[in-house]
Nanobody, 128 residues
């Protein structure tokens, strides 16, 4: 059974950094794209970043570009998202999702509706 588990959330001080992990079980990421999304209270879910495992192509949200780094491990079972220079506006529940690459024309997408598998999310709070 395909499962995704996020970890690494918590309390971060303004200006700090955080590393979130998305671990896959029941499958390897060879033929999947992994996306990170977030949802703040009272707001819609938004795409943050994604990576296509087969070729390593990435995409970042324009609003956060320059503060993000997404990567996958060589075993292709974990995708990591690093966020730098965090502010209160980054407070949200962060989710990772997976979509088979065969469903994507190329690269990866930040549209949550394309993703069929989701983790439970991890809370990130930026506060002093």
């Amino acid at each position: 059974q395909l499962q995704l588990v996020e970890s690494g959330g918590g309390l971060v001080q303004p200006g700090g950094s955080l590393r979130l992990s998305c671990a896959a079980s029941g499958f390897t990421l060879d033929t999947y794209a992994i996306g990170w999304f977030r949802q703040a209270p009272g707001k819609e879910r938004e795409g943050v970043s994604c990576i296509r495992s087969s070729d390593g192509s990435t995409r970042y949200a324009d609003s956060m570009k320059g503060r993000l780094t997404i990567s996958r491990d060589n075993a292709k079972t974990t995708v990591t998202l690093q966020i730098h220079s965090m502010g209160p506006e980054d407070t949200a529940v962060y989710y990772c999702g997976a979509v088979g690459e065969g469903l994507l024309l190329k690269g990866c997408v930040l549209a949550g509706g394309e993703y069929g598998y989701w983790g439970q999310g991890t809370q990130v709070t930026v506060s002093s």
